[in-house]
């Protein structure tokens, strides 16, 4: 059984997900690549030989409840794999095929609060845990027991494994849309499920903006200059307009009944929040310290869209 920290950052709730099935011959194709980007020997550590896969079925066996926050990405296969070093505390790597390099960036950026140290396309180290993006492929690598020499140890086997991933991924296509002015890079979060936001900003307990293994979406926080707090800005792509629509109507509804759709309300922390539907993507802006910052935000992304 797995004892990765970040394994234990579960969402609380039962994530409901569209199942994308892998064909047996395509599974042992993932196999042997993965096998293939994974060293059998890193300086004096050695892989013990008993390599582990599992499939999005299979991951309850391995992770518990924090399956269901990998199962909300597009994850096809994790492979699991211990190294062994005389007098030292066993490493295990965990590799996450994640199907695609933006649901790569989106598990990665579920929780990017630690030390960046330059490995792959994005990587951040506390309290012995590597966690790393790069391609399509997620890795978290940690100490059984950490050590002072722990850290260099994980950080070297990491660098390694991402090195043997020659081609690099895109991050989501969204991103482009977003203000850069005041913009925190690090807080950038993408997902597709509702769970998922909830747990970076609470909107409601209901799936009140229709969020789905088919829809994709941004949230993205900018500090107020000379003042305390945050305000949140989140983007949604739909498949198409009507179902944008719908989702926008919804939202109105049921978190800001008495405002128009061109409208900011205040809210009950004394902050505004404001929503527009444009094309087949809603915006939201949460916790602003005025309605024209709500309305800054909101143009800068639609002359984005635009621009594109």
Not at 19 to 38: C, H, I, N
Not at 49 to 72: H, I, P, T, V
């Amino acid at each position: 059984m797995r004892v990765c920290l970040f394994s234990f950052l579960v969402i609380g709730v039962v994530l409901v997900t569209t199942e994308f099935p892998v064909l047996s011959a395509e599974k042992d194709g993932r196999k042997t690549e993965m096998k293939r980007l994974l060293p059998l020997k890193v300086g004096d550590y050695k892989a013990d030989g008993k390599d582990e896969f599992y499939d999005r079925n299979a991951a309850f066996r391995y992770m518990d409840g924090a399956a269901e926050l990998y199962r909300s990405y597009d994850f096809k296969l994790l492979l699991v794999r211990r190294y062994l070093k005389a007098g030292h505390p066993p490493l295990l790597v965990e590799l996450f095929d994640m199907g695609s390099s933006e649901d790569a960036f989106g598990i990665f950026s579920y929780q990017t609060e630690e030390e960046e140290v330059g490995i792959g396309q994005g990587a951040d180290y506390g309290g012995g845990l590597l966690r790393f993006w790069k391609g399509k492929y997620f890795a978290n690598i940690f100490a059984e027991r950490e050590t002072p020499s722990t850290r260099k140890d994980i950080l070297t086997i990491g660098e390694t494994i991402a090195k043997n991933i020659k081609k690099e991924g895109s991050k989501p296509k969204l991103i482009q849309f977003l203000p850069e002015e005041g913009l925190s890079q690090e807080t950038i979060r993408y997902f597709h499920l509702h769970q998922v936001l909830n747990h970076h900003y609470f909107i409601s307990h209901e799936n009140i903006l229709n969020l789905g293994a088919r829809t994709n979406a941004i949230l993205a926080t900018y500090p107020s200059p000379g003042e305390k707090g945050k305000t949140f800005l989140l983007l949604i792509q739909y498949p198409d307009q009507k179902q944008a629509e719908k989702a926008f109507q919804s939202f109105l509804k049921v978190y800001m009944p008495e405002a128009s759709s061109s409208k900011a309300v205040k809210t009950e922390n004394g902050k505004w929040a404001s929503a527009r539907l444009h094309q087949k993507y809603v915006l939201v802006v949460f916790d602003a310290p005025s309605v024209e910052k709500t309305e800054q935000l909101i143009e800068a992304v639609v002359k984005k869209i635009h621009g594109k």
